[in-house]
């Protein structure tokens, strides 16, 4: 893919802490999470702010007053105010579609260097009034009279009142992520035992990855407030307490007469940031840094929303590998957006599934085995938490970091997305 255009570099990321909504950052806002992750960024690459192009961020949920939470985030980063800036939102891909973005812009040459990611607060939906209710409001607003703005609510009653929440659900379907995950359990024979067992590898990698280093190094501590008197240096969600036994006695969450998707072996709704510093080749040399790798290819999937929901990693992963020239085996990390576990092991039953590689895909041969010893070897979302629109960034980062360390050459990203996307990466080293 990258052949006929300029070399894209990751040159660094970081994030801050993710946190479950509603606990430590429940009085920062998105697009204050978004800053202090852009803030470390440049304070850890040296960067001149004089020399961004570009800022582009993702996010899912958000609020009315920061629709463009791009530049909220780059005038409070200290970024230099000429400097434009745009959000994307597609949906748990969407700092993926950040850094593909600030990517595609270098590879046509109208940018060198970009600060792309991702920022979310689930503490803190947009919760709007009725329908009825901002009817009326709208009707006060113009009111000529005080009679006149009374009159307006005329009409209004309890049912009203009630508030409505941004739901988690599929327009077209009405099913919550959660019951699409339960009908992908259902419908590919994934057990209970499976999806817990899965759920407390990704806890266990996690709180190792925390202790050793390998995780922490990519956070921002961050003050909280209102007092700043704590400091957060790692992620809330990561259970040590957690076992096989007490994942096994949670009820289920979404079918609760015969289903098997429980608190335990989900994602938790998250705040959190990422920010990644995306260069041409050219000049991240020029420029004195050593990437941490390069974008190799990469691929958008989606299928119809009445089919199995998450299932867009099994459709974009063939393509993004296709266009790398390079197949499964060739990966040294695989680095899967965990939605839920249930989601992460019907993707990699289709990778391995001569009949979903025929029926689905129209190709011969099935993606390939999947060596679990090379997937989210730090953990994934289930337990590190999942800001929808920051977890792009903080997948880049992870997999960048470890093949850094391990000194391999080439990784593949996985992100299932609502709506019924998917998106795939290939990242390499030098
Ligand atoms: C599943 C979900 C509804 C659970 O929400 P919740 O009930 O607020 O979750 P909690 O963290 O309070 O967990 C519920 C209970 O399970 C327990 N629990 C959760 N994970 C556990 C674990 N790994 N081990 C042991 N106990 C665990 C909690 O301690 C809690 O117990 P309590 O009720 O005794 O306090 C919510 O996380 C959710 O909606 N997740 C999906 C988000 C989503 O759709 N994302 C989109 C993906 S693309």
Same mark, same amino acid.
């Given at each position: 893919?990258?052949?006929?255009?300029?070399?894209?570099?990751?040159?660094?990321?970081?994030?801050?802490?993710?946190?479950?909504?509603?606990?430590?950052?429940?009085?920062?806002?998105?697009?204050?999470?978004?800053?202090?992750?852009?803030?470390?960024?440049?304070?850890?690459?040296?960067?001149?702010?004089?020399?961004?192009?570009?800022v582009? #961020?993702?996010?899912?949920?958000?609020?009315?007053?920061?629709?463009?939470? /791009?530049?909220?985030? *780059?005038?409070?980063?200290?970024?230099?105010?000429?400097?434009?800036? #745009?959000?994307?939102?597609?949906?748990?891909?969407?700092?993926?579609?950040?850094?593909? $973005?600030?990517?595609?812009a270098?590879?046509?040459?109208?940018?060198?260097?970009?600060?792309?990611?991702?920022?979310?607060?689930?503490?803190d939906?947009p919760?709007?009034?009725?329908?009825?209710?901002?009817?009326?409001?709208?009707?006060? $607003?113009?009111?000529?009279?005080?009679?006149?703005?009374?009159?307006? #609510?005329r009409?209004?009653?309890?049912?009203?009142?009630?508030?409505?929440a941004?739901?988690? &659900?599929?327009?077209? %379907?009405?099913?919550?992520?959660?019951?699409?995950?339960?009908?992908?359990?259902?419908?590919?024979?994934?057990s209970?035992?499976?999806?817990?067992?899965? &759920?407390?590898?990704?806890?266990?990698?996690?709180?190792?990855?925390?202790?050793?280093?390998?995780?922490?190094?990519?956070?921002?501590? %961050?003050?909280?407030?209102?007092?700043?008197?704590i %400091?957060?240096?790692?992620?809330?969600?990561?259970?040590?307490?957690t076992?096989?036994?007490?994942?096994?006695?949670?009820?289920?969450?979404?079918?609760?007469?015969?289903?098997?998707?429980?608190?335990?072996? $989900?994602?938790?709704?998250?705040?959190?940031?990422?920010a990644?510093?995306?260069?041409?080749?050219?000049?991240?040399?020029?420029?004195?840094?050593?990437?941490?790798?390069?974008?190799?290819?990469? &691929?958008?999937?989606?299928?119809s929303?009445?089919?199995?929901?998450?299932?867009?990693?099994?459709?974009?992963?063939?393509? *993004?590998?296709?266009?790398?020239?390079? %197949?499964?085996?060739?990966?040294?990390?695989?680095?899967?957006?965990?939605?839920?576990?249930?989601?992460?092991?019907?993707?990699?039953?289709?990778?391995e599934?001569?009949?979903?590689?025929?029926?689905?895909?129209?190709?011969?041969?099935?993606?390939?085995?999947?060596d679990?010893?090379?997937?989210?070897v730090c953990? @994934?979302?289930?337990?590190?938490?999942?800001?929808?629109?920051?977890? @792009?960034?903080?997948?880049?980062?992870?997999?960048?970091?470890?093949?850094?360390?391990r000194?391999?050459?080439?990784?593949?990203?996985t992100?299932c997305?609502?709506? /019924?996307?998917? #998106?795939?990466?290939?990242?390499?080293?030098?």
């Amino acid at each position: 893919m990258h052949n006929n255009h300029r070399r894209v570099a990751i040159v660094d990321g970081c994030r801050t802490p993710f946190a479950k909504a509603g606990t430590l950052f429940k009085h920062l806002t998105a697009y204050e999470l978004g800053r202090i992750a852009t803030v470390e960024l440049l304070n850890r690459t040296e960067l001149d702010p004089n020399e961004i192009d570009e800022v582009i #961020f993702g996010t899912v949920i958000p609020t009315i007053k920061t629709s463009n939470i /791009a530049r909220e985030i *780059a005038l409070d980063a200290g970024i230099p105010k000429h400097v434009p800036a #745009f959000s994307v939102a597609r949906a748990c891909a969407s700092a993926n579609q950040a850094i593909v $973005s600030a990517a595609e812009a270098i590879m046509v040459g109208r940018c060198d260097t970009v600060i792309a990611g991702g920022a979310e607060s689930l503490s803190d939906p947009p919760i709007l009034f009725s329908p009825a209710m901002r009817q009326a409001f709208l009707k006060a $607003s113009k009111a000529k009279s005080l009679g006149e703005k009374i009159g307006a #609510f005329r009409g209004i009653g309890w049912r009203d009142l009630a508030p409505e929440a941004p739901a988690i &659900a599929e327009r077209v %379907t009405g099913l919550t992520m959660g019951e699409s995950a339960e009908k992908m359990a259902k419908e590919n024979g994934i057990s209970r035992e499976e999806q817990d067992r899965f &759920a407390y590898r990704s806890h266990r990698l996690a709180a190792a990855a925390t202790d050793d280093g390998r995780l922490t190094r990519e956070i921002v501590p %961050t003050h909280v407030p209102p007092d700043f008197t704590i %400091t957060v240096k790692s992620d809330n969600g990561i259970r040590r307490d957690t076992s096989l036994e007490a994942l096994a006695a949670l009820p289920p969450v979404f079918d609760r007469q015969y289903g098997s998707v429980t608190a335990g072996n $989900s994602s938790p709704l998250t705040d959190g940031a990422s920010a990644l510093l995306i260069m041409s080749e050219e000049k991240a040399k020029a420029l004195g840094y050593e990437p941490l790798g390069y974008i190799r290819s990469y &691929a958008f999937a989606a299928l119809s929303p009445w089919e199995q929901l998450l299932m867009g990693p099994a459709y974009a992963a063939p393509v *993004a590998l296709d266009r790398a020239g390079l %197949t499964l085996k060739d990966m040294d990390l695989i680095e899967m957006h965990e939605a839920f576990a249930a989601q992460v092991l019907s993707n990699i039953r289709a990778f391995e599934s001569r009949t979903f590689a025929r029926e689905k895909l129209g190709r011969e041969e099935p993606l390939g085995e999947v060596d679990m010893e090379k997937v989210n070897v730090c953990g @994934g979302s289930i337990a590190i938490g999942h800001p929808f629109g920051a977890t @792009g960034g903080r997948l880049t980062i992870t997999i960048l970091n470890e093949l850094k360390r391990r000194g391999g050459q080439f990784g593949l990203i996985t992100v299932c997305a609502a709506g /019924a996307m998917g #998106f795939a990466m290939v990242v390499e080293r030098e």
